[in-house]
């Protein structure tokens, strides 16, 4: 078998993707992830670097991938005794597994010649980040309707759905860009809580944002004498408005004035009012029921694609035309290690941005109806 590597430089193809029972799966694929030795490599060994550093394998394949060739450095093969000196250039070769996603369209609301507005289902990431790669908004926009370059101009969690508004040039996302900093642009979300919102309420709490954790927590003002803050955090506000309830839950309208990390989350959880189905910030949160819902929605999920069913959505199948590689710790699954894709989208929705002279708007999804 021929191996043809693939960089960042080869863009996602139609052909890339499998769609079984509401998930879209990436074909694995042979990759070239490239770094450069920083200083604090140097000196140790290409299996110890690799070891030390990236503990997503064990040694052992380590050892193998670089006796192998799978690892190189400068685009020779070395010994595993090789020492790094800083700056190298370090190639690993691998056979990549994306993480699946929910198999729902990125449904395109306008097309214009410098912007284009989508509706990103949740489970999706914006852009390429982390092992996700093809199976991102950009990756899929590329893919399936031949749209590049593209250029998000504002952020949206992996879980969360919604308006995303991409510039089609560089100097086009530039000017959204100075909008944005020079506070222009309003945003609008909407979302699922728990429990009777009140009808108006303003939080004014710092975020602070743990990369560690991967979650934030609110502070609230502290000063010294000399009126400096003591807190870690960043200044955020949010405001809210109740748009109805049936007192077990509330559709909220969400006004963030700033654009922290997990901002709308954490201000909502402050209130007593936390996103319903939010297991980051909903300690009693019942994973299991989310898993039945999930498991429910794949049954309706609006696609234009086609659901294959098959009662095990890892098993590899020779239809699926790939080949398992010997050295990959992933196969024979299709998913990596660690992701199955029942998950379920946030209920939390991005709804509007409005700038001086433009307006995008997004439909709202199915939940927010409490009737």
Known sequence: MEIVWQTPANPPERHDYIFRNGIRYVKPYYFEFISHAKNR????????????EFKGRNRD?????????????????????????????????????????MALDVTILHKGENVLTVCKP?????HPCG???KN??????????????????HRLDRLVSGLLILARSASQAEIFRQQIESGLVQKQYIAKVVGEFPEEQVVNLRVNFNAREGRSTVEAEDMDENGNSKLNGKAACTKFTRIYTNGKYSIVSCHPVTGRTHQIRVHLQSTGHPIANDALYLPDYDISGS?????????????????EVNSNDNCVSQSEDFEIDPMCTNC????????????????????????????YECPYPDWASLT
């Open 41 to 52: 490599w140097a000196g140790k060994t290409i299996v110890d670097l690799f070891a030390d």
């Open 291 to 307: 898993r039945r819902a999930f498991t429910a929605h794949k049954t309706a999920v609006k696609s234009t694609h086609s659901l």
């Open 61 to 101: 394949y380590y050892d193998s991938a670089v006796k192998s060739g799978r690892i190189q450095v400068d685009g020779k093969t070395v010994s595993v005794s090789h020492r790094v000196q800083s700056s190298q250039k370090i190639s690993h070769f691998l056979h990549r597994h994306e993480p699946p996603v």
């Open 122 to 126: 949740a489970s999706v990431p914006v």
């Open 332 to 359: 024979p699954n299709l998913a990596p290690i660690g992701y199955d894709g029942s998950e379920e989208g946030l209920w939390l929705h991005c709804v509007r941005y409005s700038g001086p002279d433009w307006v």
């Open 131 to 133: 092992q996700y790669r």
């Open 136 to 153: 991102t908004v950009v990756g899929i926009l590329q893919a399936e309707h031949d749209f590049a370059p593209l250029f998000p101009i």
